[in-house]
């Protein structure tokens, strides 16, 4: 399964209740695979669904599975990189490791997933590792428009752009976002909203630019910084140089998330939301049905 967005991360919700509705039925006869969930990828994307994974088994789950051994649960991470979050100040790094660690969330460094079978991930020191749940955020596919297009790509298939966003080849054409590849002298541009909205708006102002005869302007792609959610009550933030780890991180987060909503009537929705889940038990009610055809990767 993969989690680009709100409809896939509400199927993998449904895919792992049923994971515990078939184990509460067969009580200690579970096999291994039924309740080992994997992520695979340790970018921002891998980390949050791993934590994320984890308080859903752990703090919403746990009590409605009375016959379900949750000492036999694995949540495991696979990430080829030498450590997760590649990027991220090294300090946040390790403050990630330990929160992940501290959830007994297993996490795999240096290992590249070669195959996602129904049943199991095999990595690529040949390890198997028996599963029947993998939640795919090790990098994005570009739609398939973007596949039939005859324009130049990058090896994943991502429209080559110059450092005006203009399409190699085809200077009349600007391309933007997560399925291009910029090739320009400047810092590498990740797969981000804040990159995508940067390019959006530069691309907007170079295409007038050239309906009024003036010369466009090269891109240089600013961060912002960067959040990351580890799960209740604790997150990373890495902005303008400032690094937070832990609660304080998941208030700064929050505070972000919510300025970010960019509608009052948002984010009074989910102020009260947030409120309520203080007070309140988490809703487990499934809200997809067939979660039983996972899509799978090799
Ligand atoms: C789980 C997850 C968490 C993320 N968290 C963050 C984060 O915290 N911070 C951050 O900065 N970034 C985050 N990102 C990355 C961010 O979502 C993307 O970088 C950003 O959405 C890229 O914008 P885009 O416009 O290029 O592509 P998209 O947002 O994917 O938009 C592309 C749009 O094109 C539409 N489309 C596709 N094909 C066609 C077609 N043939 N015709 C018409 N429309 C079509 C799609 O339906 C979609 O609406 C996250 C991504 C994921 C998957």
Redesign the pocket.
């Given at each position: 399964m993969d989690?680009?967005g709100l409809r896939d991360a509400l199927r993998v919700r449904s895919h792992v209740i049923d994971r515990f509705e078939e184990a509460e039925h067969l009580e200690d006869r579970a096999p291994e695979d039924l309740l080992t969930f994997v992520v695979v990828g340790g970018g921002?994307?891998g980390v949050?669904a791993a934590a994320d994974t984890h308080d859903l088994i752990f703090v919403v789950l746990e009590e409605d599975y009375p016959n379900v051994d949750f000492d036999s649960v694995r949540v495991v991470l696979v990430n080829a990189g030498d450590r997760i979050l590649k990027g991220l100040d090294s300090a946040l790094v390790h403050a990630a490791t330990r929160r992940l660690a501290s959830q007994r969330i297993e996490a795999i460094n240096d290992a590249k997933v070669e195959e996602v079978r129904p049943d199991a991930v095999v990595i690529s020191d040949e390890r198997t590792i028996p599963t029947r749940t993998t939640i795919w955020a090790a990098g994005?596919e570009p739609?398939p428009?973007v596949g039939n297009l005859d324009v130049q790509k990058d090896h994943r298939g991502r429209i080559l752009i110059d450092q005006y966003l203009r399409v190699k080849g085809s200077p009349e054409v600007y391309a933007?976002?997560?399925?291009t590849s910029i090739q320009y002298d400047g810092p590498p541009v990740p797969?981000?909203?804040?990159?995508?909205e940067q390019e959006g708006t530069l691309a907007a102002s170079n295409l007038a630019a050239e309906i009024e005869d003036k010369a466009p302007v090269p891109f240089r792609y600013r961060s912002v910084g960067q959040?990351v959610d580890l799960g209740e009550g604790s997150a990373l933030v890495d902005i303008l140089g400032v690094n937070l780890s832990g609660l304080l991180g998941a208030y700064v987060w929050k505070a972000v998330y919510l300025y970010e909503l960019g509608y009052d009537l948002n984010r009074v929705h989910v102020l009260a939301d947030w409120t309520i889940d203080m007070f309140t038990r988490p809703d487990t009610s499934k809200l997809f049905g067939d979660s039983s055809q996972p899509k799978t990767h090799t």
């Open positions: 989690i680009k921002p994307t949050e994005i739609p428009l933007v976002g997560d399925c797969a981000l909203a804040q990159a995508a959040l």
